[in-house]
């Protein structure tokens, strides 16, 4: 019976080894740091130096570094349930925050059109759904459509559609304006092409720029 017992210690041995490694990596990954300059440089990475773009909820300890010249950079968070900021200067800081899904952007307040990033906390969002079909034709005599399979469109709901032109003729063209819209093929075109385009509520216009009389409206909501 005495020698039963090394066996039934090596359990409690192995939980003592291995459990601070765990704790120790799961603390690395949760580890980033912020390198700000030299020059034109920001830069967030994980524990292993890879750029950040996607993180998983949890909570961060942020190292933010500023190599870049006394007064010139900082580094600036935001996103949900953050908005912090650095000093302009070359003072190392260490931030304890908490993320959320959601995005999150940062940038130098000083340059942030050129100095700036954003990481995606937690899963990404759904693609947009495929953008409904329309048809679209002027020509070849004085006639000009647009159609939802084979309605004649006199109304749509708002959201993103995949437009069919079909151009037969050399003296008219089809032009579709309206809210964020203004697509047409050129008069002298004579073929087909697409359009991806958002339709959003309000008025729109498909029409000739050459013949007056070919003008339809139809209204979206």
Known sequence: MPLLRPLLLLPLVLAAVLLPGSAQSAAASNQLTVTVGPGFSIK??????QTVSNLDPGDYSITIKNLSPASEHNFHLTGPGVNMASAFDNVTV????TLVDGLYKYQCDAHPT?????????????????PKKLTGKVGPAK????????SAVKSLVAGRYRIAVSDLT??????????????????????STSWTVTIKTG?????????????????VS
Do not use: C, E
């Open 170 to 191: 050399k003296a008219d063209n089809f032009h579709l304006s309206g809210p964020g819209v203004n697509k047409k093929t050129g008069v002298k075109f004579k073929g």
């Open 114 to 130: 050129i100095m700036k990033g954003s990481i995606r906390v937690g899963p990404p969002p759904p693609p947009p759904p495929a």
């Open 44 to 49: 967030v990475a994980d524990a292993n130096g």
């Open 94 to 97: 260490t931030w304890n925050v």
């Open 203 to 219: 008025k729109y216009t498909f029409r000739s720029d050459a013949t007056k009389k070919l003008r339809r409206t139809f209204s």
């Open 143 to 150: 006639v000009i459509s647009l159609k939802k399979g084979a």
